[in-house]
């Protein structure tokens, strides 16, 4: 059973644009959720990360929205770079647990 | 070492012949994690050591699978028998332990190839 489901498959934005990738979780005991960015031969890393007493936290361009209730958090990259085209992951956790990912968004920024 | 060392990055195997993929943590770090990340695929949890607490083995795909964490610090996951959907990027993270708090550090990962 998927814990962790994410959307789309792959993503094609040109440059300056905004990049969007949903995720959507079914277990309400978790209450960490991180993204993590991976370029080809590299391991994941860590991005940015939520936790659901907030709705919404800004680094730089990147943005993770969350609704509680409706069990679902995105990821916004504002102002897409080619340099930003990687594999993105989300993930959700429960205190002292392990991760469980998202299958997993190949991001591709058109200059 | 600055961060998460795996080795070895790459790995070709007959099927049926045994394989160690070793991983060294950030040091201090006591969260020790395992992950298989196949192509196209998310990263699939194998298993999670803590401290001196059980190891977590419920991700373990089959009793082919083993993993020891020796003195806290250095791991070592060993697959048997290695059959060709064993193929895979093997990851390993560290923490801080917190989850919440410090998020994964992961490795370069293994890649395993059965022929």
């Known amino acids: 059973q998927q814990q962790v489901k994410q959307s789309p498959q792959s993503l094609i934005v040109q440059k300056g644009g905004i990049s969007i990738i949903n995720c959507a979780y079914e277990n309400t005991a978790f209450d960490y959720f991180p993204w993590y960015q991976q370029f080809p031969g590299k391991g994941p890393a860590l991005l940015i990360a939520i936790r659901p007493d907030v709705s919404e936290k800004k680094e730089g361009r990147f943005t993770i929205s969350f609704n509680k209730s409706a069990k679902q958090f995105s990821l916004h990259i504002m102002d897409s770079q080619p340099g930003d085209s990687a594999t993105y992951f989300c993930a959700a956790s429960r205190t002292g647990n392990q991760f469980y990912f998202g299958t997993g968004t190949s991001l591709t920024v058109i200059p | 070492g600055a961060g998460v060392s795996q080795s070895p990055s790459n790995k070709v195997t007959e099927k049926g012949k045994d394989v160690e993929l070793r991983c060294d943590p950030i040091s201090g770090h006591t969260a020790l994690y395992w992950y298989r990340q196949s192509l196209g695929q998310g990263l699939e949890f194998l298993i999670y050591?803590?401290?001196?607490?059980?190891?977590?083995k419920s991700g373990l795909p089959s009793d082919r699978f083993s993993a020891e964490r020796t003195g806290g610090s250095v791991s070592t996951l060993t697959i048997q028998r290695t059959q060709q959907e064993d193929s895979a990027v093997y990851l390993c993270a560290s923490s801080l332990g917190r989850t919440e708090n410090y998020g994964y550090t992961f490795g370069s990962g293994t890649r395993l190839t059965v022929v």
């Open positions: 050591f803590q401290g001196n607490s059980a190891p977590d």
